[in-house]
């Protein structure tokens, strides 16, 4: 086993070593985000959903989590290395005029939104639950707003992420949490309550 692998099968036991499993989406622990009430909805991923409804569709069924095995957490770490590969960085001023644009990086190139459509995208076509791959709003080391893909295991909240290669839970991340999309409904968002006394210091309400 190289050092890579060596690095990735410790991360992996670390999170499993961390945490104890749960069959429940919502359960208010350390190891999930805690989910408020609703909130409004990024104006990006309000015009994204105009124009790709079947994407935001609501489900008609109960929230999952996903059994994080080694199989899995290392298909997670394949899918967020893949799609950081492929898209190139680029505002959405640049690629189409506009401060704010959602939608899937046909042309190779994106900002943060994109690299989190497309991985989620990627995920379901592998069979993951679209009710446990949701894009959530956070503010950076910087204060600016960012968009990472949480997916939900039952280990807990993980991160998957374009600035920080790593795929990290949640509460490992130098980021604070602000909103994410309904399991239920993925045209529906709802705050998070980010109290963590680790989080950014610079950061600000």
């Given at each position: 086993?190289?050092?890579?692998s060596k690095a990735i099968a410790a991360t992996f036991a670390c999170i499993v070593a961390a945490t104890a499993t749960t069959a429940q989406a919502d359960t208010p622990t350390g190891r999930f985000m805690e989910v408020g009430g609703a909130t409004r909805a990024p104006?990006?991923?309000?015009?994204?959903?105009?124009?790709?409804?079947?994407?935001?569709?609501?489900?008609?069924?109960?929230?999952?989590?996903?059994?994080?095995?080694?199989?899995?957490?290392?298909e997670l770490l394949a899918v967020n290395a893949e799609v950081n590969r492929q898209i190139r960085p680029v505002t959405d001023v640049e690629l189409?005029?506009?401060?704010?644009?959602?939608?899937?990086?046909?042309?190779?190139?994106?900002?943060?939104?994109?690299?989190v459509l497309e991985k989620q995208r990627v995920l379901?076509?592998?069979?993951?639950?679209?009710?446990?791959?949701?894009i959530t709003v956070v503010k950076d080391t910087n204060n600016?707003?960012?968009?990472?893909?949480t997916v939900?295991?039952?280990?807990?909240?993980?991160?998957?992420?374009?600035?920080i290669e790593a795929v990290l839970p949640w509460y490992s991340t130098p980021y604070r949490f602000?909103?994410?999309?309904?399991?239920?409904?993925?045209?529906?968002w709802a705050a998070i309550s980010d109290h963590r006394v680790s989080t950014v210091a610079s950061l600000s309400n």
């Open positions: 086993m190289n050092i890579a104006a990006g991923h309000v015009g994204f959903c105009s124009e790709n409804p079947s994407e935001c569709r609501s489900q008609n069924r109960n929230a999952v989590v996903v059994k994080l095995d080694r199989e899995r957490w290392n189409f005029g506009v401060e704010e644009y959602w939608t899937f990086p046909s042309s190779g190139a994106g900002d943060c939104e994109e690299y379901q076509k592998r069979g993951w639950p679209k009710s446990a791959l949701l600016a707003g960012h968009a990472v893909l939900r295991t039952d280990q807990g909240d993980i991160i998957l992420d374009n600035q602000v909103k994410l999309q309904s399991a239920r409904n993925p045209a529906k």
